[in-house]
């Protein structure tokens, strides 16, 4: 018999390939175009664009912050970093998958770096958390950069180290957040997309340290 105390450990813990739940083979159903700007989800998108992933905690509010952006093209929400293939929203809840929740941004670096859209990440949240954000708790709600190319890669690190700093000068501790190669992106059934354009007063606990992030030359 399990406590509660033995539910949360489980939640906070990555589960080892034996551990995951299954899955299934096929993407779960979701929708084809963008609530706000009715763009296609999954593309094609437009030559000259780039990709992004980050994942702040909740991914409702996290996608807003995003779609918002000057610049950005589109926005959607799914799940990454994980190990079942093609998770539910209520499998990946379990902590049983593995992934986090993460918002797909699709931008225009003539009109928005992605210096500019690291900017917006650190101050949206709490990086120092581990596997939280706020009272939210589980693998789900890490920060997470997931990169696309050497690049990016770069650009993460280098960030992250610059934030590190300024948040050591206010006694924050350590960042926890996750960089690494984008993994496959599951997307988010049709009801998170967007969420809080349909459900304008919804849930939204994006909630930054205070702390300006003021970036290296990179």
Not at 42 to 71: H, I, N, S, V
Request: glycine content about 10%; aromatic content about 12%.
């Amino acid at each position: 018999m399990f406590s509660l105390s033995d539910v949360l450990t489980k939640k906070v813990r990555m589960p080892q390939p034996d551990q995951a739940l299954p899955g299934r083979d096929r993407p779960i159903v979701t929708a084809s175009h963008h609530f706000v700007s009715k763009r296609p989800l999954k593309g094609p998108y437009p030559d000259g664009l780039e990709t992004a992933f980050f994942g702040l905690g909740c991914f409702w509010g996290a996608e807003r912050l995003f779609w918002q952006t000057q610049g950005v093209w589109v926005t959607a929400v799914g799940y990454a970093g994980g190990i079942t293939p093609n998770p539910t929203y209520p499998e990946t809840c379990t902590g049983l998958t593995g992934h986090a929740e993460v918002v797909l941004v699709v931008f225009d670096p003539k009109i928005v770096s992605y210096a500019d859209l690291l900017k917006i990440f650190w101050e949206a949240h709490d990086p120092t958390q581990g596997m939280r954000q706020g009272n939210d708790v589980g693998t789900t709600y890490r920060s997470a950069i997931f990169t696309v190319g050497d690049e990016q890669a770069r650009q993460a690190v280098a960030s992250r180290d610059a934030y590190q700093a300024s948040l050591r000068l206010v006694g924050r501790g350590p960042i926890t957040t996750e960089i690494a190669p984008a993994p496959i992106f599951y997307f988010a059934e049709e009801d998170h997309q967007q969420y809080l354009a349909k459900n304008p007063y919804g849930y939204c606990n994006l909630k930054g340290t205070g702390v300006a992030c003021a970036l290296p030359a990179i």
